[in-house]
């Protein structure tokens, strides 16, 4: 049987310019009970590696906090790391997580850059972007945590995500391709994301459960399949 790689992918908590944001600020107090469902909902999972969307290059920050947590040394933040993942490893005696995500400058252009570009240049181009992005992964302050999160975890709304980098891909003019400039940056920090995924896998954790934006599910699970080595859960198959 092949390792497993359970996908959960989120919006986050705390408002901020990612795609898919929560509409109103994390609440510890009014989600709690939420929380513990989610919880409960990941632990049947029985994961022997956590996964989450901090730089690799701040695993020893990851750690120092983590582990001041579980000595109730910590008071976390309203962010789905602390929140989620950081009880879920308390939850299951797990040691310490790993940090998984890359993002390094590649010397390109940046997403706002390009996106000013095209607003001048090509406002219809834009303006089907800025929809996308608007539409995308959007969830309800009415709902419970994990309907919202089995709403952007739908292999609909992951391909409705993808599609929204590749009408970004159109982005440029001529030979200057602005647009994928910005595009190889995110398909280097998602190839590299599976590549510490993979490293999970390679020191004999059969049961890796990755936390992460919702925007990333597309490409890691591609990269994941392909590889051929590991077998992809989905959150809704939970």
Do not use: C
């Amino acid at each position: 049987m092949k390792p497993q790689v359970l996908l959960v992918g989120t919006y986050h908590f705390t408002s901020n310019l990612d795609m898919v944001s929560h509409v109103d600020k994390f609440n510890e107090g009014k989600d709690r009970h939420q929380l513990q469902e989610l919880i409960e909902l990941l632990a049947a999972f029985d994961p022997t590696a956590l996964a989450v969307e901090i730089t690799k290059d701040k695993q020893k920050f990851l750690d120092d906090e983590y582990q001041a947590y579980l000595s109730d040394k910590f008071v976390l933040e309203s962010n789905e790391v602390h929140q989620v993942m950081y009880r879920l490893g308390k939850r299951l005696d797990i040691d310490g997580l790993n940090a998984v995500d890359w993002m390094d400058s590649v010397g390109n252009r940046g997403m706002g850059d390009v996106m000013e570009w095209a607003k001048i240049h090509q406002p219809n181009v834009y303006e089907e972007v800025y929809n996308l992005f608007m539409k995308n992964g959007q969830v309800e302050n009415d709902n419970t945590i994990i309907e919202n999160l089995s709403i952007i975890n739908t292999i609909e709304n992951t391909w409705d995500s993808h599609r929204t980098y590749m009408k970004f891909a159109q982005i440029g003019e001529e030979t200057d391709y602005i647009g994928i400039d910005w595009l190889r940056w995110w398909y280097q920090r998602n190839l590299i994301i599976y590549k510490n995924i993979m490293e999970l896998i390679q020191a004999k954790h059969d049961r890796v459960l990755l936390y992460i934006g919702a925007a990333h599910l597309h490409l890691i699970e591609q990269f994941l399949a392909e590889s051929g080595e590991v077998d992809v859960v989905g959150f809704n198959e939970l």
